[in-house]
């Protein structure tokens, strides 16, 4: 089964760029969709087909997405973009929804 | 304005049977595929099942941790979807929240602000 692979946790200072990786085989063939999730909310969609971004959403995030590794780009970090991030593709060899770990951004 | 509504969480023994629904409205529900994810206290979000749109047969598949077990289904004409969820096991306490998405590879971009299933003794 295709495995996603995001580090546990990033740190960052307020005012500086958080990248978050989302690991994958070939990952770049794939469509990959960013979530953020704060405490006791459901998630929203930050970025979908790697780099759009809905509605809503501050042009502070953005995403890139290649080879093996597709990351999110939070630019200007503010406290309020503390959260769990997830990373997501459809996996059409098994017909699965997958999604990453999770990584918990932590704004210093 | 887009809404998803579950209910029908609670708590159930290992087992026993629970019906999930998800209420949604704001949207022509037909059109759009439906996917119910969960997230187990404290940890990641994990996808459970997919139901696909009219255009594509109402075709199903599973996360293989629920398949055999849970069966999703839907109502288009009163814009519902459901999971029957059988044979339970402790590791199936989690919140369980419904999302649309566009098609297989799109993202989810409305979710339910979910239902708390605990599955315990």
């Known amino acids: 089964s295709y495995v996603l692979t995001q580090p546990p946790s990033v740190s960052v200072a307020p005012g500086k760029t958080a990248r978050i990786t989302c690991g994958g085989y070939?990952?770049?063939?794939?469509?990959v969709h960013w979530y953020q999730q704060k405490p006791g909310q459901a998630p929203v969609l930050v970025i979908y087909?790697?780099?759009d971004r809905p509605s809503g959403i501050p042009e502070r995030f953005s995403g890139s997405n290649s080879g093996n590794t597709a990351t999110l780009t939070i630019s200007g970090v503010e406290a309020g973009d503390e959260a769990h991030y997830y990373c997501?593709?459809?996996?059409?060899?098994?017909?699965?929804?997958?999604f990453g770990g999770g990584t918990k951004l932590t704004v210093l | 304005e887009v809404q998803l509504v579950e209910s029908g969480g609670g708590l159930v023994q290992p087992g026993g049977s629970l019906r999930l629904s998800c209420a949604a409205s704001?949207?022509?529900?037909?059109?759009?595929?439906m996917d119910w994810v969960r997230q187990a206290p404290g940890k990641g979000l994990e996808w459970v099942g997919r139901?696909?749109?009219?255009?594509?047969?109402?075709?199903?598949e599973y996360a293989a941790s629920v398949k055999g077990r849970f069966t999703i289904s839907r109502d288009d004409s009163k814009n519902s979807l459901f999971l029957q969820m059988n044979s339970l096991r402790t590791e199936d306490t989690a919140v369980y929240y419904c999302a649309r998405a566009e098609g297989d590879s799109s993202g989810f971009d409305y979710w339910g602000q979910g239902t708390l299933v605990t599955v315990s003794s």
């Open positions: 997501q593709v459809w996996d059409s060899s098994s017909d699965h929804v997958v």
């Open positions: 070939n990952i770049g063939s794939k469509s």
């Open positions: 139901s696909r749109n009219k255009a594509n047969s109402y075709t199903t």
């Open positions: 704001g949207f022509t529900f037909s059109d759009h595929y």
């Open positions: 087909y790697d780099t």
